[in-house]
């Protein structure tokens, strides 16, 4: 079918016009090509009278006669090509079973009107029961009752962290006598097996509290969802509107560890800075840019001891939980999808210290990521192998094999995983962005997987509404000793312009909304290098100028 | 466009599909995401104006690929019929054939095919007649190849669309285009249709998608398709009894074989149609603007006039035409989107619902679940036109019909019209959003275009006060003169042969305004191409520069309809503004045009252009793009109407006084800065307040001597045509210097290095004399000096010695001697001259003396910060002959 169908393609017909002029006639002829271009025929004829010199008086005939030879030509084509097609159908066999199954799938799978209907899922009721709460007087009850939650998780978590760590004092002390002993009444393997029997019992105790935790909160959970059914139920029924004071906010016990805690904050103030830029060259969109220097969980964290402001963050938070803007985090992670270890772990501490209405725990969602990573990998060497048996490419295959080689559930630089939190105090939305050890070196370039993974990332804020994304600058949460001041400055000038650039094209995918972006620095910066940066920051955003308000000359 | 009568404005939605991940087009530029592209193809679709036809108005892109159009609709239509069940023959079935035969007949001769023929989709209007909907969509889809639903319905696609297949390529990388659809295919879908109206009821209702579109392709095999569709709905002898001529068009229109099959325009001429062909006329379309021909030529007058204002109480608002009722209507407070949800065609799931679990370093997403509201739904929602007819219902029946002949001022004015005249003093971003304002300023104007070139001086006179958005397509081009068989002329430049400044257009197409969307759009590219192509062909002595693709884009983006009245505004603009710029080489052109400026930063701004010169921060560093491009490169489109708006009307050196008031808005942050901040700054232009831009500019066209910008490379003055035309009241801002002087007072040219060794501007001796108002028979104390308090105020310095100045000088001129004027420092000599010259500070200040040293003498004056100090060209010797020149009486 294909070579018939680039015969017609490429058809060249001779249009012949034939014309009197006094006694003589004259006969002209144009080859053209078909199909004819549709703007076509208004441009066609000047051309012809043009290049070959023609008499003013056959424009009109011309130009009709031209028309019509196209139109003829144009539908013999489709004719043509119609019948081809209906030959083909009659000649294969089962072949117009096939076409209709290839048209009532495209209807099934893109039109309203035939597509299956929808399983109604219970998140996004949820989702649209809770937007109309959260967006109505009862928004001050479902804050009081989800701080409550919040309240008495913490409790529990303190209770825990005392028990624990008697544990490990008493545990401590045991250790210590017994290696007094050491060498004297007990051998190296007593000490080893006293050491397994600690660490044994540690574990049984944090895997008690963690299930207790989980079982809480999913309680907690279940009730605060149906509770949420339930007022929402009511609030529609306008007889009964006794429910909304039910609930009064529970006096947090925990004041003392937690302002412990807070002082060693203050400590180490947050330096930050806030810019307005514009960006384009004709048509300029105005975004928010801020630097801060602060600890990146300080965005997930609920400050306990901020007893007002934390109603407004969460309030804050909720409001735009199922908006179009979303607030979100990267946070660099390294290859293994867990929460076993360093930033990852600590995420997941906060995580967990306020039980998440909305969404599975993080441990749930890191499952599903896990399963969607691997389906994505075997559909990825299934393409590969496609692509392989078309065109046999042996460095491919390598590549391919290189591939086969590693651990299939882990990710690569560059790749990462999206979690969705509805329990963090100024986030939304998490991407986990896998890094390795090459973010440390200096000579990092914009090509740089974890640059092009950031590039990603704002992709995705763009088609899913994140509008405030805050980012680490310098691509690592703590500092080191090889990451020297040229190392810094090198860096943030890399981001800067990346993020610059990205930003750029952002405003070609979406028209150009107003975004704010917050770059952070790690705590251990020195304040000096902080102002260092932020005087870099206008040098390579243009910063809007500022208003004046004196009056004009 | 025809007058709204009992139309509704419809709008459906739908998804375009989204392009895969990164991937380049073949320039290695980003792939233009199909939305824009189908927004592009859309534009045409509006000049589809057709009795038979629902208008189409507008589409707008929303987030993510989405899609909404607007056009004229109904809310009846033949479904409703099909669903009275009661089958319907005779005349009645022959006539909606005719009707739709006739739409689809004209869409064919356009090229286009609709595809998506459906009961549901051929409207009726009161009267009964069709209009065929949606008739658009398989054009603007390029085929369906930019969206991801099928284009049609399952019962109404024709044997050989089936048999071609989706064609929707599973890979973008293997592009397939789909085989594109004939226009016999719709011929076969208003058989089926006829068909089920004759049987009164619907198809293969029993038969789900699959088995319907097998038997469709079946029918090939049979020898009566008629008798089996019938028996297969057992119907058989409904069909037996139908009038012959009902029969064979069924028949015909039933054909398998595509190449049997009629067409749209073969079936209308024949015989069965007999009876009711003489019922219709054949349809021409309306004249435009721009044509050769007579637009009153088919203008018929009833015998009574008064037939025409017969109905008393008609609704003003249904005699204009659809696009002027939905502009006002999005004016009123109308939003597309929010209409549409309301009706919960948009239902958008919260996006932190549908966000992908994990994404690979190249970006491919996983995890994300189908978003069922991305389905495409072809409901169309009615918008509701009681906002506006509220906020109108106080509008008069006069604002609807205004006169235009100049005696207005006796009639007595209405409370509305004083409202308007209120209204016209509020700042224009508040006028072009204001629905009653705006609909009395497009009917104003919609008339005086109509009346075009009759009307062209009280267009002008309107321009003056703003020009309404809808209408400034036509505006611009009536206010640069636009006249003739435009769209012939077009017609008959070859822009398909290749020639050699292609590579560069191809280069800067794709690099201008593209943020628009039409511009962007692969339409928009190709007509870029033909019109800059057809200017380049067509103006042999001059060449494409860098920068007549920016100018082109403003003209592109009123007229992309019309890519002719494109062409003819560019050709009508660069001779006025621009007059060889696109020289091969413009060097001395633009270097004459650049001094011109500098002095005239030195003439309004002497602290600015002091710095800027201190600095060595010419104009030609930043200026040239500027003038090359009068302002489009480094502005958006929307600032550029507003800007042009005033361009359009003033003269060719009204560009020099935007460029001061652009200088002159960044005035501090110039001030405070160094060479290499300045360059920084221009580089990335900060945003400038157009309408005070254009404020400022009017103020200071108006403090600036004619005669100073005079260029001697400017356009000839035109003898020609112009001159007998003494009616056309143009005022002093739209007439050009160069058009008005003649005599031997005026500027005469000098040389370039000349020229620019001077800080100051020089002006003409006959100048001086008109602002001094030393006309031979007035004395410059009369009372007419009052009538025109627009002219500058002005002071005369002679710089010549005191006997010089005794012997005869010009009246209420001051003398101060150029030798002892300034102090080694180059300060002020204190005196009481002096003391007089510093109390004029802020005025016009001549410098006339003899030739060699008054110019030295103005640049003093502007290094010690005099404003508008300019020096008389040639000196007093060019007014000794006037005898204008007196001897002061001595002092008594």
Not at chain 1, 158 to 181: F, G, I, P, T, Y
Not at chain 1, 452 to 475: E, F, Q, S, W, Y
Not at chain 2, 426 to 431: A, E, K, T
């Amino acid at each position: 079918m294909k070579p018939k169908k680039e015969k017609i393609c490429s058809k060249e017909r001779e249009f012949v016009y034939k014309f009197h002029a006094g006694s003589q006639c004259f006969e002209l002829a144009v080859p053209l090509l078909f199909p004819v271009q549709e703007k076509n025929p208004d441009h066609l004829h000047g051309r012809l009278m043009l290049l070959h010199n023609l008499p003013c008086f056959i424009e009109d005939d011309l130009k009709r006669a031209l028309k019509q030879f196209i139109e003829e030509e144009t539908i013999k084509d489709y004719d043509l090509e119609a019948e081809s097609a209906l030959e083909v159908v009659k000649c294969t066999e089962g072949s117009s079973e096939k076409l209709a199954q290839a048209w009532t799938k495209a209807y099934i799978k893109t039109t309203l009107e035939y597509a299956r209907p929808e399983e109604s899922s219970w998140d996004e009721d949820f989702a649209d029961v809770y937007h109309d709460l959260i967006h109505s007087p009862a928004s001050e009850t479902l804050l009081n009752l989800e701080h409550n939650y919040f309240v008495s998780i913490s409790e529990l978590i303190s209770e825990r962290d005392v028990e624990l760590k008697k544990l490990r004092e008493r545990q401590a002390a045991e250790m210590n006598k017994v290696m007094q002993e050491l060498g004297k009444t007990l051998t190296d393997q007593d000490v080893n097996l006293v050491a397994a029997q600690h660490f044994e019992s540690q574990q049984v105790l944090e895997n008690k509290w963690t299930s207790e935790l989980k079982q809480v909160t999913t309680i907690q959970k279940q009730e605060y969802q149906e509770w949420v059914i339930k007022l929402h139920q009511d609030l529609k029924n306008p007889n009964n509107l006794t429910l909304s004071d039910e609930i009064i906010v529970q006096p947090s016990q925990l004041q003392e560890p937690v302002d412990a805690r807070g002082r060693m904050y203050e400590e180490q103030q947050q330096l930050e800075e806030s810019f307005t830029i514009h960006l384009g060259a004709q048509l300029k969109t105005m975004h928010n840019l801020r630097l801060l220097r602060a600890d990146m969980l300080d965005f997930c964290k609920h400050q306990r001891n901020q007893r007002s402001g934390i109603k407004l963050h969460r309030l804050q938070t909720a409001l735009s939980l199922y908006s179009s803007s979303l607030c979100g985090l990267v946070l660099l992670v390294d290859n293994r999808i867990n929460s076993y270890s360093g930033i990852k772990r600590d995420f997941a501490t906060v995580c967990q210290e306020c039980a998440d209405f909305h969404f599975p725990q993080l441990q749930e969602q890191l499952e599903v990521v896990q399963q969607v990573v691997l389906y994505a990998r075997a559909q990825r060497s299934r393409k590969w192998k496609l692509q392989q048996e078309s065109a046999s490419r042996n460095d491919e295959e390598e590549e391919k094999s290189k591939n086969s080689d590693r651990n299939q559930s882990n990710i690569l630089p560059g790749e990462f995983y999206i979690t969705r939190h509805s329990n963090l105090s100024e986030i939304h939305v998490v991407f986990h962005l896998c890094v390795d050890d090459s973010v440390r070196s200096g000579n990092m370039t914009a090509r740089d997987p974890a640059i092009m993974g950031l590039r990603n990332i704002l992709k995705v804020c763009c088609t899913h509404d994140i509008t405030t994304i805050t980012l680490p600058l310098l691509l690592v949460h703590v500092m080191s000793e090889e990451m020297t001041i040229p190392w810094c400055l090198k860096r943030a000038e890399l981001m800067f312009k990346c993020v610059k650039g990205f930003m750029m094209e952002m405003a070609s995918w979406d028209g150009g909304v107003s975004r704010t972006v917050q770059f952070l620095l790690p705590q251990s910066i020195s304040e000096e290098m902080f102002y260092q940066l932020s005087n870099m920051l206008p040098q390579i955003f243009r910063v809007s100028s500022t208003l004046t308000l004196t009056s004009k000359r | 466009m025809f007058p709204f009568k009992d139309a509704e404005i419809g709008a459906f939605t739908f998804f375009a599909s989204a392009l895969p991940h990164d991937v380049c087009g073949s320039n290695g530029l980003p792939l233009t995401p199909n939305s824009i592209k189908i927004l592009g193809r859309f534009q045409f679709l509006k000049t589809m104006t057709h009795p038979r036809l629902c208008q189409y108005v507008d589409i707008s892109r929303g987030k993510h690929e989405r899609l909404v159009v607007v056009a004229e609709h109904y809310e009846k239509n033949l479904e409703a019929l099909l669903r009275e069940q009661k089958p319907i023959s005779g005349l009645k079935i022959l006539q909606i054939a005719y009707e739709v035969l006739q739409g689809l007949e004209y869409m064919n001769k356009h090229g286009m095919v609709h595809r998506a023929l459906a009961p549901h989709n051929i409207c009726m209007d009161q009267k009964g007649h069709i209009k065929l909907a949606k008739f658009g969509l398989y054009h603007m889809t390029a085929h369906g190849l930019d969206v991801d639903f099928p284009i049609g319905y399952p019962s109404y696609l024709a044997p050989e669309v089936i048999a071609q297949g989706i064609g929707k390529p599973s890979d973008h990388t293997q592009s397939e285009k789909p085989v594109p659809s004939g226009p016999k295919s719709d011929v076969w879908s208003l058989g089926i249709i006829l068909f089920e109206l004759c049987v009164g009821r619907k198809l293969f209702q029993s038969l789900d998608i699959s088995e319907r579109l097998k038997l469709i392709l079946t029918l090939g095999y049979v020898d009566d398709i008629m008798t089996v569709l019938a028996e297969e709905h057992g119907c058989l002898s409904i069909i037996k009894d139908l009038p012959e001529n009902t029969l064979a068009l069924l028949t015909q229109c039933l054909t398998y074989q595509p190449s049997k099959r009629p067409t749209a325009a073969e079936l209308l001429c024949a015989s069965l149609f007999s009876e009711v062909s003489p019922w219709y006329s054949p349809f021409h379309k309306p004249r435009s603007l721009f044509s050769p021909s007579l637009r009153c030529a088919d203008l018929t007058l009833p015998e009574d006039i008064n037939l025409l204002c017969k109905d008393e109480d008609t609704d003003y608002l249904a005699e204009r035409s659809i696009d002027e009722v939905y502009y006002l209507w999005c004016l009123a407070g109308g939003d597309l989107e929010k209409e549409l949800t309301n009706k919960e065609i948009i239902r958008s799931k919260p996006p932190v619902c549908t966000l992908p679990n994990f994404l690979f370093e190249d970006g491919e997403s996983f995890g994300q679940r189908r978003d069922r509201s991305s389905l495409f739904d072809d409901t169309t929602v009615t918008l509701s036109l009681c906002q506006l007819r509220n906020r109108l219902k106080d509008v008069p029946g006069e604002a609807f019909y205004p006169l235009l002949e100049d005696d207005q001022s006796n009639l007595p004015h209405s409370g509305s019209a004083n409202e308007l005249s209120a209204a016209a003093t509020l700042p224009l971003i508040i006028r072009e959003r204001d629905t009653e304002y705006q609909l009395n300023r497009i009917i104003l104007f919609d008339r005086l275009l109509k009346a075009y070139p009759y009307k062209k001086n009280q267009i002008w006179k309107e321009a003056r006060v703003d020009v309404p958005p809808l209408v400034r397509g036509l505006a611009w081009a009536a206010l640069l003169g636009v006249e003739g068989a435009i769209q012939d002329k077009y017609d008959a430049i070859d822009k398909d042969t290749p020639i050699p400044t292609d590579r560069q257009i191809e280069v800067d197409i794709p690099r201008c305004h593209q943020y628009d969307e039409l511009l962007s759009s692969p339409e928009g590219h190709a007509k870029f191409r033909r019109v800059l192509k057809a200017w380049v062909v067509s103006h042999p002595d001059l060449v494409y520069w860098q920068g007549l693709d920016s100018l082109c884009a403003p003209f592109l983006y009123l007229n992309f309809n019309n890519e002719a009245l494109a062409y003819a505004c560019m050709s009508a603009f660069i001779p006025k503004y621009l007059y060889n710029f696109f020289l091969k080489d413009n060097s001395h052109v633009i270097q004459e045009y650049l001094t011109v400026f500098s002095q005239m930063i030195a003439f309004h701004d002497p602290e600015l252009s002091n710095h800027l010169n201190e600095i060595g921060f010419i104009p030609d560093l930043y200026a040239i793009p500027w003038f090359l491009t009068m302002f489009t490169h480094v502005f958006p489109l929307h600032k550029i109407f507003h800007l042009w708006d005033t361009l359009l009307l003033g003269n060719s050196s009204f560009p020099f006084c935007i460029g001061v008031a652009i200088l002159q808005q960044l005035r501090d942050r110039l001030l405070a800065n160094g060479f290499n901040e300045c360059i920084l700054l221009f580089s990335d232009l900060p945003e400038i307040d157009i309408e005070r831009c254009v404020h400022e500019s009017i103020n200071l066209f108006c403090w600036t001597p004619k005669s100073a910008t005079y260029r001697q490379h400017a356009q000839p003055p035109k003898h020609t045509t112009e001159s007998n035309g003494g009616s056309r009241a143009t005022s002093h801002i739209s007439s050009d210097y160069q058009d008005t002087s003649k005599t031997d007072l005026a500027r005469e040219p000098i040389r370039l290095s000349d020229l620019k060794s001077e800080v100051s501007p020089r002006i003409s001796a006959e100048d001086l004399i008109d602002l001094c108002e030393l006309t031979g028979s007035g004395h410059y104390k009369t009372p007419t000096k009052k009538t025109k308090p627009s002219k500058p105020k002005l002071l005369v310095v002679d710089i010549r010695n005191s006997e010089d100045f005794n012997r005869g000088h010009i009246p209420g001129s001051i003398n101060i001697p150029f030798a002892s004027a300034f102090t080694a420092e180059g300060d002020l000599v204190q005196g009481t001259t002096t003391a007089t010259l510093q109390s004029f500070k802020g005025r016009v200040i001549v410098i006339v003396g003899h030739v060699h040293h008054i110019a030295e003498f103005a640049a003093h004056l502007v290094k010690v910060g005099y404003p508008r100090v300019c020096i008389l060209d040639g000196g007093i010797n060019k007014m000794k002959p006037t005898g204008l020149l007196t001897v002061p009486s001595p002092q008594i």
